[in-house]
């Protein structure tokens, strides 16, 4: 797929318009447009990467990020502070949007799947 193409990367470059929580350089947090929990966010890096498989070694340092991003809007949230982040990888896990990104899921109790 061509950045060209992506709803992220046109989300990121504000073609398109849609709730931001929180961004830096790397990383940008939105609301999910089909929450599965009453706090749900998708975090993703502002550089294309398809997924994890796609994942160079130059471009690691962008999970990280987004991981430091998950814990830094976890402080926002009341009760315990809870959370939940899930990446699917490919249409067979249910990624949907090619473009690497991890759902964070808070706001009530999580069951196994």
Known sequence: MNTQD???????????????????????VMQDISPKAP??????PKKHIVNVKQLEE???HYVSKMILMARKISEKLSGDGS???????????GQSVFHMHCHFLSGKKMTDF
């Open 6 to 28: 992506c709803i992220f990367c046109k989300i990121i470059s504000k073609e398109i318009p849609t709730k931001i929580i929180a961004q830096n350089e790397d990383v940008l």
């Open 83 to 93: 959370f939940r982040l899930i990446m699917n990888n490919g249409a067979g896990a």
């Open 58 to 60: 130059q471009d690691s």
């Open 39 to 44: 706090v749900h966010y998708l975090i993703l």
